[in-house]
């Protein structure tokens, strides 16, 4: 798609549409299950992203879309660009699999709007996840030390080792005075992934 931003975010190049729109029908031909939309420094100043993704919702109703202005807005261009695809590639799964849950929960009564746990330890709404699903990839291992933390705290314990064991491998963490440490630098697939997420270390089992 031509367009061009500096590092600023200054409009060097302004966003040709007319690309956009065959960029987005060739996807549509393709019949692609999801779009991400990473542009230069969009992190800068993402109207031009934005512009692009409101063209997708306009040729292409329904199919997830993924702004790297909105997953990752940050400068490092590579692992941007590998973390909004990463995002891209499991939200057709995570909406569906949301939305299934949702409605299983309510047909049996639940009176609260359930949350989803993220990789950094809290939880989000329904919705929010669903637009920004790489925040949970490794919201399983995070669970287990948000467990583990919460009985150091009933047992009065300051400082722990996590030791949270399943089939295939281990996963640790080291809690300084009930604090965990957080990361920016996962990898999921061979790609990067900075998202935030606990600093865990996996072994083998």
Request: charge should be negative; include cysteine; proline fraction near 5%.
């Given at each position: ?13 302004a966003?040709?549409e007319?690309?956009?729109r ?17 542009f ?13 993704a ?6 292409l ?34 909406s569906?699999?949301?939305?299934t849950?949702?409605l ?39 669970g ?8 150091a ?5 300051d400082?722990?080792?996590?030791y949270?064991?399943g ?6 963490c ?29 072994v083998?089992?």
């Amino acid at each position: 798609v031509n367009e061009r931003l500096g590092a600023n975010g200054e409009v060097l190049e302004a966003l040709d549409e007319s690309s956009a729109r065959a960029a987005v029908q060739a996807l549509a031909d393709m019949q692609v299950e999801a779009i991400a939309v990473c542009f230069l420094h969009s992190y800068a100043n993402p109207a031009h992203e934005e512009r692009v993704a409101a063209i997708v919702a306009a040729v292409l109703p329904g199919i997830p879309v993924s702004r790297s202005s909105a997953v990752l807005p940050e400068h490092r261009e590579f692992e941007r660009f590998a973390t909004t695809a990463l995002n891209a590639y499991v939200a057709p799964r995570m909406s569906e699999y949301l939305s299934t849950l949702r409605l299983s929960l309510q047909q049996l009564g639940l009176g609260v709007a359930p949350e989803i746990m993220s990789s950094s330890g809290g939880s989000w709404p329904f919705e929010q996840m669903v637009q920004l699903p790489i925040n949970s990839m490794l919201s399983g291992p995070a669970g287990g030390v948000i467990g583990a933390v919460s009985l150091a705290e009933t047992l009065a314990i300051d400082n722990v080792i996590t030791y949270d064991m399943g089939g295939t491998s281990t996963d640790t963490c080291l809690v300084r005075d009930r604090q965990y440490p957080l990361a920016a630098e996962g990898n999921i697939g061979g790609l990067p992934n900075r998202a935030a997420q606990i600093e865990i270390n996996t072994v083998g089992a």
